[in-house]
Each structure stands twice: as C-alpha cells, then as structure tokens.
C-alpha cells in the first residue's frame, strides 16, 4: 500500500517536485535495497518483456494502470503502462520497478525508478534494455513528428528493389555502390591518414529517375542498420532538438546508413544553423554515411550544397536516353504475362 500512496501523492505534486519526492519515499522505505532511477528514452521494458527477453508480473498491491490502443493497420489492440508497479526477472535476478508517466510541457515523459540487492546488476540490466531497444534488426528507424520508431513494414516494402532492377544511364548505378562499399570497408585507412571517417552523399534529379529506387537498392545491398528522416517537424520540440536527437541516434548506431529525403523540404531557413553545426561541428559524425535525395538542388542553401566535406560526392540522375527507355519497357515487358506482352 506504501507504494500506492507514493503514486498518488506523488501525482498530485507540480511537476518539478514529483520524481525527487518518489526517489526520496523509496529511498526512505527501503534504505537496503540498491537503487537506480532513469528517465532514459531508450528504456523501454515493455518492449523488451514482449520480445520475452525479461518476465514482467504486476504487484497486485498496487493499482496498476494500464492503457489500451488500436492499431488501425491490423485491428488490433494493443497496450502499455501509465502508472504501475512491477517485479521484474531477468537471468535469475528480480527486482522491483515502479514506472510512472506524467505530462511535461506538450509531451508525456517516462520516468522509472528500480530497486534490487545489487546496484551493478541493475546498472547492468539497465545498460542491455537500452542497448536491445536502440538496435535495428530486420526494421529501418524512421524519425517522424519529433520521435524514432522501427518501421518493420518500411523495410519489407524495400525487398524487392536492387539494382539489377534499376535502369539508369552509363557507370552511375556501378559508381554508386564502388562508392560507399569502398568507403565503408576503408575505415583503417581514414584513421591511419587521420581523416574523418564519414561521407556526404546526395542524390540530384526529377522525379521519377531513379533517387528512390537507388535509395532503397543501397539500403538492401549494404546490410548496415538504415535511418530514415521522414520530418524534423514536431508540435512538441523545437528544431534544434529534433536534429540534434536524429544525429544523437546516428552516432550512437554507426556505422549505419542516413537517409534524409528531399533535403530542400528537411532543411529550412530555421533550421538550417542547427543542421550544419551537427554536420560537421565539434561532435564526430564517424561512420555515418548520410544520403540525401533532392529534386530541387536550387532550393538548397549553397553553404550545404557546395561546401567540401559536407555532401562532396553528388550524383546526377538525368533524364533516360532512348537506350535506358527501351531497356525500361523490355524489362516490365518481360514483368507481364504473355497474354499482356505489348514488345
């Protein structure tokens, strides 16, 4: 029951007051226990109890709230905790949590507080949660509306796309992947000359040439963990913190490939300073390939478009010759059935 009071009277603090009065009741009720607090975004228990990496059970003690949601896209219900306590075993050790959730601003934040016998063993715990939450398995993370998610579906969508099935004109398609497999497989030999061990890469053309279809070919042909930057737009951060979360990621993933799509709508006037200082400012960007797709190259600042060691590998998707159009038309001839053969 003590737990539940430390819940509710904690609720009914401001907002700046809540997790120093819970640390402090906790700390307070059971001064044996070792303790450990985080508001770490990348703690997601829930998720590693559902991939049954952790057992997770209720303390029925404790009102425990839990929320249901409805994913539209499979008609399913799905849920997760507001507020609730819990006991957690992991490899043969338990230890308690308490999870609450609380409004801060425009966002809701996650704070969780853990108690054990050993504080190495929940510092431990703590460390592979964030670590498994920020791996990338068979899923692109994709950074929308000022938050990362794993699109798994975005990356089966992408299966299909090579580049044995991409018509474009001359060595582009070759020079594209001697590029970048070059460069990834070249990392002994930027740090033995001491030069920054990353590439700028962007994608020039009219729609309908071939960026997108490039883009994804890379993403299937390399095997390196893909993030993908659908907006940097949020109602609940600033630009600023959107940019500088989408390179934090980045760096903590490398080597890893950046796709930042349509770069001229990405990169604005309010933006643009904070984008340039992540680019290439004092924090290391080492073995961040970022790839950037335009088809208005006009509309992008020349500060980012032409400074050297920014985006200095460009690669022009031109408008096919006659050669890559009859080569297109034979190759979705032979796509169609017999009865549909139009060649």
Request: hydrophobic letters at 40%; a negative charge.
């Amino acid at each position: 029951m003590k737990v539940q009071q430390i819940i509710t009277q904690g609720l009914s603090l401001p907002l700046n007051a809540i997790s120093y009065y819970i640390s402090q009741e906790l700390v307070g009720i059971y001064p044996q226990k070792a303790f450990l607090e985080t508001h770490e975004s990348s703690f997601n228990i829930e998720a590693f109890a559902n991939a049954k990496l952790c057992t997770l059970e209720h303390d029925p003690s404790t009102h425990n709230q839990i929320f249901s949601g409805w994913n539209g896209m499979n008609n399913s219900i799905y849920k997760y905790i507001e507020n609730a306590s819990f006991k957690i075993t992991w490899q043969e050790h338990q230890f308690d949590v308490l999870m609450m959730r609380w409004q801060e601003g425009y966002c809701k934040e996650t704070y969780c507080w853990l108690l054990g016998d050993n504080l190495e063993i929940l510092e431990t715990f703590l460390l592979t949660v964030c670590e498994w939450n920020t791996e990338i398995r068979g899923e692109i993370l994709v950074f929308e509306g000022g938050y990362w998610y794993k699109d798994e579906e975005l990356f089966n969508s992408i299966h299909n796309a090579s580049f044995e099935n991409l018509i474009l004109g001359g060595n582009l398609k070759q020079d594209i992947q001697d590029d970048i497999v070059h460069f990834l497989s070249a990392k002994e030999t930027y740090d033995n000359y001491g030069i920054p061990w990353k590439r700028g890469i962007l994608f020039i053309g009219s729609p309908g040439n071939g960026k997108t279809h490039a883009v994804k070919a890379l993403i299937n042909k390399l095997q390196i963990p893909c993030l993908y930057v659908k907006s940097l737009k949020s109602q609940y951060d600033n630009p600023h913190q959107s940019i500088q979360e989408v390179f934090k990621r980045a760096r903590q993933t490398a080597p890893c490939l950046l796709i930042l799509e349509d770069l001229d709508s990405l990169i604005e006037g309010e933006n643009r300073s904070f984008f340039l200082n992540e680019l290439d400012g004092f924090a290391a960007n080492t073995g961040i390939v970022i790839l950037a797709t335009t088809n208005f190259p006009e509309k992008i600042d020349p500060a980012i478009l032409n400074r050297p060691s920014r985006f200095d590998r460009k690669y022009y998707f031109n408008l096919p010759g006659l050669q890559e159009r009859l080569a297109y038309i034979k190759m979705w001839n032979h796509k169609l059935k017999e009865s549909k053969t139009i060649w």
